[in-house]
Every structure is written in C-alpha cells, then in structure tokens.
C-alpha cells in the first residue's frame, strides 16, 4: 500500500512539531525515519495513525486522503502501529493476549466472552506468535516476559490486524547489543515475507544504514534530508545537524 504525506502540519502551542512535510512511501518499501530528539518523529507517526489530528496536509493511503478518518478506521484501512511503551494485557498469556487481537480482529467481540474461542482463532493466533518467533513463551503472563519479547509481542499484536503499512516507534529502544541485531533481523523477515510497507523509527545508526533502503531525516519538524544509506551518510546537512553530534555523543 502507497503512502504519500503532502504538506503534512501539526502545532503544539507555539511548536511546529510538524512543518509542512512532503513524504512519499511506496508500496512494499522499508524506510527508516531519524532525527534528533524532539525533531517531530514520534509526532509524525501519530498524524499518520490518526492518534493526533493534523492541522492541515494530506495522508494518502493508495491515493485517498485518510486525513478525516479516525484512528480505528485507519486501522481498518490497513494502518498498523507498535509503540514504544507494550499495550497489551499484561495479565494475560502470550497467546490469549494475541487471541483477543485475532478475534476483535474478525469483529466477535461477543466471543471474547465465552471459554471457547472460535474456531480457527488459536491456529491464527499461533501463526503470528511463530512468526516473530515468541512460540516458545506462548503461556507466559505477559507482564513477565523480557523486555525484547514484550516488544516483540506489540509487534504481533500489530500484524495480528494484518496491517498493509506498519509504523514501528524505536523497535529496539533499550536493548543490549545482541538482542538489538535479533529484533531487527525479525523485521526485517517480517517485511521481506509480508510484503508490508514498513516505516521505522530508529537512533542506532549501524541499524538504519544496514537495514533501511531509504532514510528520511527529520529536524525542527521539517525534511532535512531524504536518500539511501550512501546519500545520507555523506550529507552535509545531515552531519551537521545530527550525524556529528551522534558521533560526538558515542
Ligand atoms: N502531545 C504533545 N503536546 C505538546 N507538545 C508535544 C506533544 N507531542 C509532541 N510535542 C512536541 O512536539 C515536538 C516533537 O516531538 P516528538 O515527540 O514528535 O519528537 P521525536 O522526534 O519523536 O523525539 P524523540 O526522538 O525524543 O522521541 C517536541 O517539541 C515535543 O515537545
């Protein structure tokens, strides 16, 4: 599914978090969104998701401007989220946690109630926990699985709506090294499998050139940039404003 942002703005009092972006994502690309903090990022995300209202500007989803519609329709037109902060239920096991997302999914609310899922409901659930590869903690209460695998688990519950486009805030914030790589070896299977346009948002810069194809650099709310690994790498602007000072903070 194409997207395309068109004069996109949303203020805050007297903020421009966002200021008057133009951004096109095509169908079945993997684009990394970087910027330093505060640059408008997160914000940015939460205008496409119609979690906050722009003030003017277009979202395009295969050309229909989805500006007007709100967040649970967005969803329904294929707009999918994971967010930095876990949401599920973080009582609740793996799999009823990703069996209440199939099932709302499917629309029967109704069925949540009753002891017996729907049929098809668990192998559906199943299928999602196995592939982001949370099959091995599918009984665990969520609350208490690590923190990569809660991650991994707001992931499912996105996908579990089978999402066309799918906007990941920061997949790896607060992992080691090690499980950083693992979880974003998973995204990256998970876009090459499903064919998703994926967006993420992302400040480790080994994990943006190696993974994304194309870079979008955000700042003071505006494009600072657009380009490949290569392009953004060797861009003045983008040294300046964010490069360099990642380099100076490492
Ligand atoms: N709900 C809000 N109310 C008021 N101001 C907000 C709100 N959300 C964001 N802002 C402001 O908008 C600007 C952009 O914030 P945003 O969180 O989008 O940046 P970011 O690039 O995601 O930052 P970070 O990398 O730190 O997460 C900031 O000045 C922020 O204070």
């Known amino acids: 599914m194409n997207v395309e942002i068109n004069h996109l703005t949303k203020s805050f009092g007297g903020v421009r978090a966002i200021d008057d972006v133009s951004l096109a994502?095509?169908?079945g690309s993997l684009s990394a969104i970087i910027g330093p903090n505060g640059a408008g990022k997160t914000t940015f995300f939460n205008l496409i998701s119609g979690a906050f209202i722009a003030d003017s500007g277009e979202v395009l989803l295969d050309r229909?401007?989805?500006l007007q519609l709100s967040k649970t329709e967005r969803m329904r037109r294929g707009i999918g989220r994971a967010f930095q902060v876990a949401s599920?239920?973080?009582?609740?096991?793996v799999r009823a946690n990703l069996m209440a997302a199939v099932t709302a999914h499917a629309g029967r609310w109704a069925s949540l109630s009753h002891r017996f899922p729907s049929p098809g409901m668990r192998e559906r659930a199943?299928?999602?926990?196995?592939?982001?590869?949370l099959t091995d903690v599918a009984d665990v209460e969520a609350n208490i699985l690590s923190?990569?695998?809660q991650k991994l688990l707001d992931i499912a519950l996105a996908?579990?709506?089978e999402p066309k486009v799918l906007l990941l805030d920061e997949p790896t914030a607060g992992m080691g090294p090690d499980e950083r790589w693992r979880m974003i070896e998973r995204v990256r299977a998970l876009w090459e499998r499903r064919k998703l346009t994926l967006i993420f948002i992302e400040h480790d810069m080994d994990i943006v050139f190696k993974v994304a194809s194309s870079i979008r650099v955000l700042c003071y709310g505006k494009v600072l940039a657009e380009?490949?690994?290569d392009q953004i790498r060797n861009n003045q602007a983008?040294?300046?404003?964010y490069l360099g000072a990642e380099e100076n903070a490492t």
């Open 25 to 27: 994502f095509p169908s």
């Open 64 to 66: 229909e401007d989805i």
């Open 88 to 93: 599920c239920f973080p009582t609740m096991t």
């Open 126 to 133: 199943d299928d999602v926990m196995e592939f982001v590869g």
């Open 147 to 149: 923190h990569g695998d």
């Open 159 to 161: 996908l579990a709506l």
């Open 227 to 229: 380009g490949t690994p």
């Open 238 to 241: 983008v040294i300046d404003a």
